[in-house]
C-alpha cells in the first residue's frame, strides 16, 4: 500500500501564477519530510527539509508547511516561471539517521505555460 | 563541487546479458543507495550501503547486488538481465550524523532498457 500521497498527480499553470501541491502521508514514524525538484531526464535536487510537529520553511518562491497531527504537508510556489515546470516529489523519512528509510511519493507534474 | 555521476547514462541490453551500473560521489559520503523509478511509482531502494563492504538490502534486492569497495563508489550488478529490469536507476549518497536529517544527494540516472 502507498504509504505517500501526493495530489493532484499533475498540474498546470500560467507563468506568474501560484500553485499549491499536496502531500499525505501514513509512514509512522515520520521523523522529517522533504520534497525534491526532479526535472525531465534529471535526477532529484532537495528543495527544502520539514522536521519539527508544525514546521515551516522557506526558500526563495518556495514555501513548504508539514503538519504531522494532519501527517500532511504542502508546497506552495509562487510566481511560478517557465524553470518550475517538473515533477515535485514528497518524500519521508522514518529516522534521522541512515538507518532510516526513506519512503517516496509519485510526483505531482506541474507544467508551466506561457 | 558537490556531485553524484553515475556510468552509464543510457544503457541498452538483451535478456539474460549482464548489466553494470556505476556511481561515484566526491563528498566522501558514508551512505550510499540505489534506487529505481518506474512510471506513476515513488522510487524504490534496492540496496543501501552504510560504508565499504556494509551493505544491507533494500526493499526490492531480488536480482541485483552491489559492490561497495571504496567509499566514493558504489556500483549495482544485474546477472542475467530481466525484461521487467528495464527502468531508470538513481544513485544517491548522503551525510547524516547523530539525529540530524543530512543532505541527500541524487545522480541523474541510468535508464536501463532489457529487451
Known amino acids: 500500500k502507498t504509504q505517500v500521497e501526493q495530489s493532484p498527480q499533475s498540474l498546470v499553470v500560467r507563468q506568474g501564477e501560484n500553485c499549491v501541491l499536496q502531500?499525505?502521508?501514513?509512514?509512522?514514524?515520520?521523523?522529517?519530510l522533504r520534497w525534491f525538484k526532479q526535472d525531465t531526464g534529471k535526477g532529484l535536487v532537495s528543495l527544502t527539509v520539514l522536521v519539527d510537529q508544525k514546521d515551516k520553511t522557506s526558500n526563495g518562491r518556495y514555501s513548504a508547511t508539514l503538519d504531522k497531527d494532519a501527517k500532511h504537508s504542502t508546497l506552495h510556489i509562487t510566481a511560478t516561471l517557465l524553470d518550475d515546470t517538473a515533477t515535485y516529489i514528497c518524500v519521508v523519512g522514518d529516522r534521522g539517521s541512515a538507518l532510516g528509510r526513506l519512503h517516496f511519493g509519485a510526483g505531482t507534474q506541474l507544467i508551466v505555460i506561457p | 563541487d558537490m556531485k553524484v555521476t553515475q556510468m552509464p547514462r543510457y544503457l541498452i541490453k538483451r535478456m539474460g546479458e549482464n548489466v553494470l551500473l556505476e556511481c561515484g560521489q566526491d563528498?566522501?559520503?558514508?551512505?550510499m543507495y540505489w534506487y529505481r523509478q518506474d512510471p506513476g511509482l515513488g522510487l524504490q531502494l534496492i540496496y543501501i550501503?552504510?560504508?565499504?563492504?556494509?551493505?544491507s538490502e533494500g526493499d526490492i534486492p531480488k536480482g541485483y547486488r552491489v559492490s561497495r569497495k571504496k567509499r566514493e563508489h558504489f556500483s549495482l550488478i544485474l546477472d542475467s538481465a530481466k525484461t521487467n529490469q528495464t527502468s531508470v536507476y538513481f544513485c544517491?549518497?548522503?551525510?547524516?550524523?547523530?539525529?540530524?536529517?543530512?543532505?541527500?544527494?541524487f545522480g541523474e540516472g541510468s535508464k536501463l532498457t532489457v529487451l
Open positions: 544517491a549518497s548522503s551525510l547524516i550524523t547523530g539525529g540530524n536529517t543530512g543532505q541527500l544527494y
Open positions: 550501503s552504510y560504508d565499504v563492504d556494509s551493505n
Open positions: 563528498m566522501s559520503h558514508e551512505t
Open positions: 502531500c499525505n502521508y501514513s509512514v509512522t514514524p515520520d521523523n522529517h
